[in-house]
C-alpha cells in the first residue's frame, strides 16, 4: 500500500530565506506525486505534481519539487519564502487503479515566517 | 463556477446522533474522496468512489458509511456519532486517470461532536 511521510511537524524560516520540506513516499510502482497546500481555514490548492519526465517540476508561486527515485523523495523547495507562504503544506501520493485513483495524504508541515 | 461544494459548512452533534455531509462537484469528474483532517494527522482517507454506485474504504473507513447516487452527489454518513469523530471533512473530487489532472477539494465541514 502506498504511503507518505513528512518529516517536519514545524519549520520556521525567515521571509527572503530559502525552503525546503522533506516528503518520503512509499509505493511499489512509478508514483505520482502532488504538493498541496493549505491556508488557515482554507481548503487545499495544488502547488505542483509530477508523473514522468523531467524530475525537477515547477509549480505555482515560485515552487518547485525533485523527484529522486533512489531516495524514494519529493521534496518541495523555493529560493526565497515570502511572508505570505506561511501554511500547511501536504505531499500527496496517488496510485492507479483501473477505474479510480487512490490520493493519500501525508501528515503535513506547518510553516511560519518571520519577518 | 462552484467547483466541489460542502454543506454544512458547521455542525455539532450529541454523541450517538447521526447526520449526513453533502458533497455535490460540478467538473463531471469520475473520481470522488472523502477525507478528515485532524491535528498531527494529516488528511486521511475515509472512503472514495470511482463512478455513480462504486465506493471503496480508504485508511479510516470505520463508522462511515458513503453514497455515490449519481456523479455529481457523494454523501458521508455518520449513523451513531462519537467524539473521536469530531474532526474536519474534507470532500474532493478528480477526473481519470489522476496524471491528467488533479484533485479538486471543497471548503471543509467542521463537525464536533459532543
Known amino acids: 500500500a502506498q504511503s507518505v511521510t513528512q518529516p517536519d511537524i514545524h519549520i520556521t524560516v525567515s521571509e527572503g530565506a530559502s525552503l525546503e520540506l522533506r516528503c518520503n513516499y512509499s509505493y511499489g510502482a512509478t508514483p505520482y506525486l502532488f504538493w498541496y497546500v493549505q491556508s488557515p481555514g482554507q481548503g487545499l490548492q495544488l502547488l505542483l505534481k509530477?508523473?514522468?519526465?523531467?524530475?525537477l517540476v515547477q509549480g505555482i508561486k515560485g515552487f518547485e519539487a525533485e523527484f529522486k527515485r533512489s531516495q524514494s523523495s519529493f521534496n518541495l523547495r523555493k529560493p526565497s519564502v515570502h511572508w505570505s507562504d506561511a501554511a500547511e503544506y501536504f505531499c500527496a501520493v496517488g496510485s492507479l487503479s483501473y477505474n479510480t485513483d487512490k490520493l493519500i495524504f501525508g501528515t503535513g508541515t506547518r510553516l511560519q515566517v518571520f519577518p | 463556477n462552484a467547483g466541489v461544494t460542502q454543506t454544512p459548512k458547521f455542525q455539532v452533534l450529541k454523541t450517538g446522533q447521526s447526520m449526513t455531509l453533502q458533497c455535490a462537484q460540478d467538473?463531471?469528474?469520475?473520481?470522488m474522496y472523502w477525507y478528515r483532517q485532524d491535528p498531527g494527522m494529516g488528511l486521511r482517507l475515509i472512503y472514495y468512489?470511482?463512478?455513480?454506485?462504486?465506493?471503496d474504504k480508504g485508511e479510516v473507513p470505520n463508522g462511515y458509511n458513503v453514497s455515490r447516487l449519481n456523479k455529481r452527489e457523494f454523501s458521508l454518513r455518520l449513523e451513531s456519532a462519537a467524539p473521536s469523530q469530531t474532526s474536519v471533512y474534507f470532500c474532493?473530487?478528480?477526473?481519470?486517470?489522476?496524471?491528467?489532472?488533479?484533485?479538486?477539494f471543497g471548503q471543509g465541514t467542521r463537525l464536533t461532536v459532543v
Open positions: 468512489s470511482a463512478s455513480e454506485g462504486t465506493t
Open positions: 474532493a473530487s478528480a477526473g481519470f486517470p489522476l496524471m491528467n489532472t488533479e484533485a479538486f
Open positions: 467538473m463531471n469528474h469520475n473520481s
Open positions: 509530477y508523473f514522468s519526465g523531467d524530475t
